[in-house]
C-alpha cells in the first residue's frame, strides 16, 4: 500500500507561481512512475505531468514550457513547479503514482486556484 500526501495548493495570480510536492510512503515502495494530475468540475482527470524513475519527463501540451516535473527518488518525493500561471489551470491537483508491480495510486487532491 502506498499513501501519498500533497502539499503547496493554494491561490496565485495570473502569472504567478506555485510549487506542488508530493512524498509517498508504505512499506517496500517500488515506484516506476510519479506525477500530477488535474481535474476540473465536470471534466475527466488530465495529465499535467510525469517522471519515470529514469528521468524521462512527458509534460502537457497545455503546461510545457510553464511547469516542470522533478522527483527525488531516493526520497520518494515529486515537486511540480507552475510558472506563469493562468486562470484555466485551476483545478484540482491530483498526484499520482504506479508501482512496479502496476498498481495505481492517487493522492487526496490540492486546490490550485489561478485569479486576478
Known amino acids: 500500500q502506498v499513501q501519498l500526501e500533497e502539499s503547496g495548493g493554494g491561490r496565485a495570480q495570473p502569472g504567478g507561481s506555485l510549487t506542488l510536492s508530493c512524498a509517498a510512503s508504505?512499506?517496500?515502495?517500488?515506484?516506476?512512475?510519479m506525477g500530477w494530475y488535474r481535474q476540473t468540475p465536470g471534466n475527466q482527470r488530465e495529465l499535467v505531468a510525469i517522471?519515470?524513475?529514469?528521468?524521462?519527463?512527458n509534460h502537457a501540451d497545455s503546461v510545457r514550457g510553464r511547469f516542470t516535473i522533478s522527483r527525488d527518488n531516493a526520497k520518494n518525493t515529486v515537486l511540480l513547479q507552475m510558472n506563469s500561471l493562468k486562470v484555466e489551470d485551476t483545478a484540482v491537483y491530483y498526484c499520482?503514482?504506479?508501482?512496479?508491480?502496476?498498481?495505481?495510486?492517487w493522492g487526496q487532491g490540492t486546490q490550485v486556484t489561478v485569479s486576478p
Open positions: 508504505g512499506n517496500n515502495l517500488r515506484l516506476g512512475v
Open positions: 517522471q519515470t524513475t529514469e528521468g524521462t519527463t
Open positions: 499520482y503514482a504506479l508501482t512496479r508491480g502496476w498498481d495505481a495510486y
